[in-house]
C-alpha cells in the first residue's frame, strides 16, 4: 500500500507566496498541464498551486498526468481532494490527449527515481525523456498553451571542469558519449532540443530549468541522494557515513526557493531561455555530513571511509545563478543550515519549525 505523505509545513508554503508576488497574478484563471506531478517538484508545485489558489483567489486549476490515479489518491488525499486538481491516466510516451484548452504547461516527468535506484534499463530511461517529451509536445501544440517550463538537469552539462567553480549556463560541455550510464544525460539534452524547436516552431514561450541538488520535506531518503542518507542516519542516531573521500563539492537549494523559481521562470522567463536552477554555496559532501550531524538533537558521529587522492582536485557539481539573478531576481533565501534544519524537522514529524531545535551551532567543516 502507497505511504500517505503528510502536507507540506505552512511556514515553506507561506515562503512560497512571500517570494512571488509579482508572479502569482499571472496565474489568475489558468488552466495548467502538470506531467510529473507525483515526484519530489511536481508535488510541491500542486501544493504551492493550490495554497496561492486559496491565499489569492486564483481560480488556477491544473490536470495532472499519472499512470497510477489511485496511488496518487492514496499518496496525495490532500491534494487529489481538491477540486482544483484533477487527474488524467496515461503514460507520458503514450497519454490520450484530454480535451479543450490549457494556458499553462509544465513538464517535470522523468525517470523515476526509485527506478533509477533500482537499475532502471538505460533505454527506457531514455525514452521516457525523448519520447515522453515529444508527445507532450505535441500535445502541447494542440492544446494552445502559450507558455511552459520544462525541469532540465544539470547532468547536460556533463563532468564540471575542475577549474570551473560554477558551471554557466553557455559552458558547451557535455556528457562523455558511448555509455549507456549517460541516459539521463542523453535524455534530458534531447528533451531540451524538442522542447526548445517545438517552442520557436509554434510562437510558444518555452523555458527550460536546469535543476541542480536540493534538500527539503518529501526528498527520499532511501535513495541516492547522500543529503537523504545524512538526514535519514541523524535522525537514527548516527553513524553518519560517507562512503567516499569527502571531497566531493555540492551547493543545495531548499525546495521551497525551488518553487518559487519555477513558478517564475515559467510565468517570467524569457523565451527559448534556460536557467540553472541551485545555490552557488558549495561545500564538500564530508562538510555537508557534518553539518547535518550538527543541526541533528543527537550529534551523531561522522565516518568518512575513504582517503582523498593527491593531486586529484574535488569532483564538482555547482551551478552559476548569475542568470537567474540579474533576469528574474531569483536569490537563495533559505540558508543550507536552515534547510537542513526544516527537512529534519519534517521527517521527524515536527511540521511546526519553531518546535525544532535552534542551538546547533556551527559546524566545523572540514578543512578541503
Not at 20 to 43: C, D, H, I, N, P
Not at 168 to 177: I, L, Q, R, T
Not at 197 to 208: L, N, R, S
Not at 309 to 328: I, N
Request: charged share 20%; proline share 7%; aromatic share 8%.
Amino acid at each position: 500500500m502507497t505511504a500517505t505523505e503528510p502536507e507540506l509545513p505552512e511556514a515553506d508554503l507561506r515562503h512560497i507566496l512571500s517570494h512571488g508576488m509579482g508572479a502569482w497574478q499571472e496565474l489568475r484563471g489558468k488552466r495548467l498541464f502538470v506531467t510529473g506531478g507525483t515526484g519530489f517538484f511536481g508535488s510541491w508545485i500542486l501544493e504551492s498551486l493550490l495554497f496561492l489558489n486559496r491565499h489569492l483567489s486564483l481560480g488556477a486549476s491544473a490536470l495532472v498526468l499519472t499512470r497510477d490515479p489511485e496511488s496518487f489518491r492514496e499518496r496525495y488525499p490532500h491534494l487529489a481532494k481538491d477540486p482544483a486538481i484533477a487527474l488524467w491516466a496515461g503514460d507520458v510516451k503514450t497519454f490520450a490527449f484530454p480535451e479543450g484548452t490549457f494556458d499553462l504547461l509544465i513538464h517535470a516527468a522523468t525517470t523515476n527515481a526509485r527506478e533509477t535506484f533500482c537499475g532502471e534499463a538505460p533505454l527506457a530511461k531514455y525514452d521516457t525523456l525523448a519520447l515522453g517529451t515529444r508527445r507532450v509536445l505535441d500535445f502541447a501544440v494542440q492544446c494552445g498553451v502559450r507558455r511552459m517550463l520544462f525541469t532540465s538537469s544539470g547532468v547536460v552539462y556533463g563532468a564540471q571542469p575542475a577549474n570551473l567553480e560554477c558551471i554557466p549556463e553557455d559552458y558547451a560541455g557535455g556528457p562523455v558519449p558511448g555509455y549507456a550510464q549517460r541516459a539521463l544525460a542523453e535524455g534530458k539534452r534531447a528533451a531540451e532540443f524538442l522542447f526548445s524547436t517545438v517552442g520557436e516552431t509554434h510562437g510558444i514561450t518555452a523555458t527550460i530549468a536546469r535543476c541542480f541538488s536540493f534538500v527539503g520535506p518529501r526528498l527520499p531518503l532511501d535513495l541516492h541522494y547522500a543529503i537523504g542518507n545524512f538526514i535519514r542516519d541523524a535522525l537514527g542516531g548516527g553513524p553518519l557515513v560517507v562512503q567516499g573521500d569527502g571531497t566531493a563539492a555540492r551547493a543545495f537549494l531548499h525546495a521551497a526557493d525551488l518553487c518559487v523559481w519555477l513558478w517564475t521562470i515559467l510565468l517570467k522567463g524569457e523565451p527559448g531561455s534556460i536557467y540553472n536552477v541551485g545555490s552557488e554555496d558549495a561545500l564538500s559532501i564530508g562538510q555537508l555530513a557534518r553539518m547535518v550531524s550538527a543541526c541533528a538533537p543527537l550529534r551523531p558521529e561522522v565516518h568518512i571511509l575513504g582517503t582523498p587522492t593527491s593531486g586529484r582536485p574535488p569532483e564538482r557539481y555547482v551551478p552559476s545563478v548569475v542568470k537567474a539573478r540579474t533576469e528574474l531576481g531569483l536569490e537563495v533565501w533559505i540558508s543550507l543550515e536552515e534547510a537542513v534544519r526544516r527537512t529534519l524537522a519534517f521527517h521527524a514529524g515536527l511540521l511546526d519549525y519553531a518546535a525544532a531545535p535552534r542551538d546547533a551551532g556551527t559546524p566545523d567543516p572540514l578543512p578541503h
